[in-house]
């Protein structure tokens, strides 16, 4: 079955990159990556979550290119990276290590903003040195750190047991997505998005996602099910914003605060009202928004660097 290919045209269009390039992991595993914007200007790295790719990022790399030099990639197995036979945390860690360290210079550091699973890639790096090398600042957005089927919303039920039972299945499903019909429109939508989401957003969102294989979309629905990074919350010692929409069901808000709480360094937690979990797509200015923010406090000449102390907590509970 042919899988469906992103749009052509329009916001979410992926735009060309200027360069691109293959980098190999610890364990051999190769991952696609893109450079886009001009040389010399601040960094910015995306990883993007559990059954997308880099044309997720489709709108921040667009806009922060004009002035940024934005480093994205697909997960092993995701978009253009071939699948390997290792998945899990130490891998996300081991790749996101490779990709900084193929892409920045010695001791430049990066902006590194991860959606979901690209989130848990940044928990799962915090204590190498690889990332604390090349870290100024993170973005958490629309992730968790532990709990994700049991907190999961997607089954509208009463939370518990049965609830957890039928998640798993739900997320851990092996069936083909097939092709992207009306009804797996409004299938992904309610899963995934706020109901206001705009139609085109909705469309440019189901084109990723049902074009992640079945086998890896299963073999990662099975990490994401044991997921335990509590600890690389506390190792996370460098300032990071957490953003959420509040009507997520797959990571709800709940996990959001939990972040928030826990974070050495948290700069600000943001819940966007009425939006779901594809947030970047959703509302793609005040993602780009809160990146450029946080490149000009910690990665611009000007910025204050990786002590962030005095912005601890300034932002904590900053609203839409």
Same mark, same amino acid.
């Given at each position: 079955?042919?899988?469906?290919?992103?749009?052509?045209?329009?916001?979410?269009?992926?735009?060309?990159?200027?360069?691109?390039?293959?980098?190999?992991?610890?364990?051999?595993?190769?991952?696609?990556?893109?450079?886009?914007?001009?040389?010399?200007?601040?960094? =910015?790295?995306?990883?993007?979550?559990?059954?997308?790719?880099?044309?997720?990022?489709?709108?921040?790399?667009?806009?922060?290119?004009?002035?940024?030099?934005?480093?994205?990639?697909?997960?092993?197995?995701?978009?253009?990276?071939?699948?390997?036979?290792?998945?899990?945390?130490?891998?996300?860690?081991?790749?996101?290590?490779?990709?900084?360290?193929?892409?920045?210079?010695?001791?430049?550091?990066?902006?590194?903003?991860?959606?979901?699973?690209?989130?848990?890639?940044?928990?799962?790096?915090?204590?190498?040195?690889?990332?604390?090398?090349?870290?100024?600042?993170?973005?958490?957005?629309?992730?968790?750190?532990?709990?994700? =089927?049991?907190?999961?919303?997607?089954?509208?039920?009463?939370?518990?047991?049965?609830?957890?039972?039928?998640?798993?299945?739900?997320?851990?499903?092996?069936?083909?997505?097939?092709?992207?019909?009306?009804?797996?429109?409004?299938?992904?939508?309610?899963?995934?998005?706020?109901?206001?989401?705009?139609?085109?957003?909705?469309?440019?969102?189901?084109?990723?996602?049902?074009?992640?294989?079945?086998?890896?979309?299963?073999?990662?629905?099975?990490?994401?099910?044991?997921?335990?990074?509590?600890?690389?919350?506390?190792?996370?010692?460098?300032?990071?914003?957490?953003?959420?929409?509040?009507?997520?069901?797959?990571?709800?808000?709940?996990?959001?605060?939990?972040?928030?709480?826990?974070?050495?360094?948290?700069?600000?937690?943001?819940?966007?009202?009425?939006?779901?979990?594809?947030?970047?797509?959703?509302?793609?200015?005040?993602?780009?928004?809160?990146?450029?923010?946080?490149?000009?406090?910690?990665?611009?000449?000007?910025?204050?660097?990786?002590? *962030?102390?005095?912005?601890?907590?300034?932002?904590? *509970?900053? *609203?839409?």
């Amino acid at each position: 079955m042919s899988r469906p290919a992103p749009l052509a045209f329009g916001p979410y269009a992926p735009p060309a990159a200027a360069r691109e390039l293959t980098v190999v992991s610890a364990d051999g595993a190769r991952l696609h990556v893109e450079v886009h914007g001009p040389q010399g200007a601040p960094a =910015v790295v995306l990883a993007h979550g559990w059954t997308c790719s880099t044309a997720f990022w489709a709108a921040q790399i667009r806009d922060l290119a004009v002035d940024h030099r934005v480093i994205a990639y697909d997960q092993r197995g995701h978009g253009r990276s071939p699948a390997s036979r290792s998945c899990g945390t130490e891998q996300l860690a081991d790749d996101l290590e490779a990709v900084l360290a193929a892409t920045l210079a010695p001791g430049e550091k990066a902006v590194i903003a991860g959606h979901s699973m690209g989130g848990m890639t940044v928990m799962a790096a915090a204590g190498r040195p690889g990332f604390h090398a090349h870290a100024a600042a993170v973005l958490l957005c629309s992730t968790g750190a532990s709990r994700l =089927v049991a907190e999961s919303t997607v089954v509208p039920i009463r939370a518990g047991r049965p609830r957890t039972w039928l998640t798993r299945r739900v997320l851990g499903s092996r069936a083909p997505l097939g092709p992207v019909t009306p009804l797996a429109l409004r299938i992904l939508k309610y899963g995934t998005m706020g109901a206001g989401t705009a139609p085109h957003a909705v469309e440019a969102c189901a084109r990723i996602v049902h074009a992640c294989p079945r086998r890896v979309r299963h073999a990662w629905s099975q990490v994401l099910d044991l997921l335990d990074l509590d600890e690389g919350v506390r190792q996370l010692r460098v300032p990071a914003a957490v953003i959420v929409g509040t009507a997520d069901r797959l990571t709800p808000p709940v996990h959001a605060r939990a972040l928030a709480a826990a974070l050495p360094q948290c700069v600000g937690l943001t819940e966007l009202p009425g939006l779901g979990h594809m947030t970047p797509m959703e509302a793609p200015e005040r993602i780009t928004a809160k990146i450029r923010e946080l490149v000009t406090d910690y990665a611009s000449p000007h910025g204050t660097g990786n002590d *962030g102390n005095d912005n601890d907590d300034a932002r904590i *509970g900053e *609203g839409a």
